[in-house]
Each structure stands twice: as structure tokens, then as C-alpha cells.
């Protein structure tokens, strides 16, 4: 990636990051980018493929962490390797919250960067994609339930991350990692645990055990 164009993703970032997205023109990103306005489209079709390529940029390390994450397979615990990609994926998207939601504001935007996701076939699907295959993975060395669905357990601690994360955006709560760690870690723990009550022969003998 040419400095000029990355040095234009940038610029793009902070704007939004300060000014939001209605105040979002090339001229403001050129001067914020210290080039010259031409040499924007010279690098981008349009204002809304430099918005995904910010984007995609914030998000990258995440999904390229999702997508390596069978390489961890049968190394550590489950809840530990979970934790630590779940993690990530809540960092990345309580910092495109505020990004997402000016998109979901201006219908044509939303409508080109559509358009350009399925261009490029990607896709917060393929992220997940990884997780599945991690999980599966897991499940046949035993480590995972023969009871879940992987495709359906990746979605769902998927959801949970970006949930988080956009909650706390919303409420103005800050990204503290102790708190966020706590809380992925919990929601983690419920799921292994399962939602199904343990039959009662199992609870008397643990019962027994305790005394």
C-alpha cells in the first residue's frame, strides 16, 4: 500500500472519528492529508470505497486473527483462546460503532457500501467462517460438546463481542479491559457451561463430594 493512499485512509479515520460523517468532504480529507484533492480519487473510486477501506482497516487484525485461529487448535484451553479472539473482535468494533452508525444514517451511503462488500465478497461472514471451522475443529478432538452446532455457537459469540461493544458505545462507557475482559469471560463460561439443568443424580453427588 502506497504511503499516499494510506496516509489519505488515515486522515479519513480521524475525521470521522472527530467530526463524524456529515462534515466528511475531500476537501476537509485532502487538507487533513496535506495532498492534493485529486490525488483522492486517483486511489478511490468514490468517498464511500475510502470509508470501507477505514473500515476494513480498523477491523483487519481481527479478522485476520479469526481466520488464523485454527492454528490454536487442541493448544491451551478452549475459554482461553475464545476469550482472547472475542476480545479483539469487541476492541475492533467499539471503534467503528460510531462509524457504522453514520453510515446507517445516509441511505445512498449505506446502499454504495453494500454494493462494494459484495464486490470484494466480504464480510463479517467470512470472520465467522473461521471461528466455525476452529470450533469444529475443536469438537472432533473432544474438547467441544457433540451437542453444539460450531456455524451456530461462532455466530452467537460473534454477536456477543459487537452487542458489547456497541452497548457500551452507546451508554458512553469506556472501553476499561478489565471490565471487558470480565464480561467476555463470563458470557464464555455460561456457554460452556450450557443452559440445560444437570440432572439430579449428578447435583446429589456433588452434594455427597462437598462434604
Known amino acids: 500500500m502506497s504511503d499516499n493512499r494510506q496516509n489519505i485512509i488515515n486522515a479519513t479515520d480521524r475525521l470521522l472519528q472527530t467530526h463524524g460523517l456529515a462534515r466528511l468532504t475531500t476537501r476537509e480529507i485532502a487538507r ?3 495532498v492534493a484533492e485529486g490525488l483522492i480519487y486517483h486511489h478511490f473510486k468514490d468517498k464511500a470505497e475510502l470509508i470501507y477501506e477505514v473500515v ?6 481481527t479478522k485476520n486473527q479469526m481466520l488464523n485461529l485454527p492454528l490454536q487448535v ?3 484451553s478452549l475459554s482461553e483462546n475464545l476469550e482472547e479472539v472475542l476480545l479483539s473482535v469487541y476492541h475492533a468494533h467499539y471503534e467503528i460503532t460510531p462509524i457504522v452508525n453514520c453510515i446507517f444514517a445516509d441511505q445512498k451511503l449505506r446502499v454504495r457500501l453494500q454494493e462494494i462488500v459484495k464486490e470484494r465478497n ?5 470472520a ?16 467441544l460438546s457433540d451437542a453444539v452446532e460450531p456455524a451456530v455457537l461462532a455466530k452467537c459469540l460473534w454477536m456477543i463481542s459487537i452487542q458489547s461493544a456497541m452497548l457500551d458505545r ?3 462507557n469506556e472501553s476499561d479491559e478489565t471490565r471487558v475482559r470480565r464480561g467476555i469471560h463470563d458470557c464464555v463460561q455460561t456457554l ?3 443452559f440445560a439443568p444437570r440432572p439430579k443424580t449428578e447435583e446429589k453427588t456433588e452434594v455427597k463430594k462437598s462434604k
Request: charged residues 35%; glycine residues 16%.
Open 170 to 172: 452507546w451508554m458512553g
Open 128 to 143: 465467522i467462517e473461521g471461528l466455525d471451522v476452529y470450533l469444529a475443529a475443536e469438537q472432533r478432538l473432544g474438547r
Open 192 to 194: 460452556m457451561t450450557g
Open 56 to 61: 476494513e482497516t480498523r477491523v483487519r487484525e
Open 32 to 34: 487533513e492529508a496535506k
Open 122 to 126: 466480504m464480510g463479517p461472514q467470512y
Open 74 to 76: 487442541g493448544k491451551r
